[in-house]
């Protein structure tokens, strides 16, 4: 399969200090992949790197056969959209109007919507189950809504590859499910690249494509079944807490 993002001994950090290196991983197109690790391991961090935020301490990023600091900040917003865990800048937005702003890479000077761009609005409203919302302004949603926004501000953009900081904070179970199950479907039906950090590690191993299971170490990386079979998932949390089951692909208290 054609490989999308390719990563090689990748080092992440800020200034001199290193948080996670020795990162080696290739994505192909059209998948959902799900980045996993305990707190402080550097999630947050190796996506804002790969998506060119901050640079990277030592390492290669290429993406779409090119790399990622030979992008423009234009070019870029064309082939990638991404979704940070910090506020918008506003809330006094409506719904609608949030959503359509990742059109902007697309539109003229003025930011003037043209038919397709409100197709595309409208699409995102239906999918994302918020067309009962889209007048109301964003100060008035919930933690749960509003994160269905910006998931749904990213998929408007419609750019190749989409990357995701915890979009299922704030959901309950249900709801978790349902988005990781639309970005699946994302990916497979619309040929996206879908990244995303999580700490649903058991609903990612159902859910995903593919894993990251970012551990400072090995950092492994494959499919779900295939990280089972590796025994990775044993040493992902201390095993005198928590301990993997791999006939159920679940976690269980240590007693």
């Known amino acids: 399969m054609e490989k999308y993002i390719q990563v090689e001994d990748l080092n992440i950090g800020y200034g001199k200090t290193s948080i996670a290196n020795k990162i080696n991983f290739s994505i ?100 994302f189950s918020l067309e009962d919302l889209k007048d109301k302004y964003c100060f008035e949603l919930s933690d749960g809504q509003m994160q269905r926004v910006l998931i749904a501000r990213a998929m408007a953009q419609e750019t190749p590859l989409v990357y995701l900081d915890e979009p299922t904070t704030h959901l309950d179970l249900s709801h ?6 639309l970005l699946h479907r994302f990916a497979t039906k619309h040929q996206r690249t879908i990244v995303f950090t999580t700490h649903e590690v058991e609903l990612a191993i159902q859910l995903c494509d593919y894993m990251l299971l970012l551990d400072g170490k090995e ?29 159920t692909g679940s976690f269980k208290i240590t007693k």
């Not at 992008?71 to 918008?88: C, D, G």
Request: charged share 20%; glycine share 8%; with cysteine.
């Open 219 to 247: 950092n492994a990386f494959a499919a779900p079944c295939e990280l089972i079979e590796k025994g990775s998932f044993e040493t992902l949390f201390p095993k005198d807490l928590i301990q993997f089951d791999a006939r």
């Open 28 to 127: 192909p197109k059209g998948s959902l992949t799900a980045i996993v690790g305990i707190n402080g391991i550097g999630k947050s961090t190796l996506l804002r790197t790969l998506s060119g935020m901050q640079p990277p301490l030592s390492g290669t990023i290429n993406l779409d056969g090119k790399q990622i600091a030979d992008y423009t900040s234009s070019s870029l917003a064309q082939k990638q959209a991404m979704v940070l865990t910090t506020p918008i800048a506003t809330k006094n937005l409506k719904v609608a109007e949030l959503i359509a702003m990742g059109r902007h890479p697309y539109t003229n000077w003025l930011g003037t919507l043209g038919s397709y761009d409100k197709e595309i609005i409208k699409q995102q409203l239906h999918i």
């Open 176 to 181: 978790k499910v349902h988005i990781l199950k």
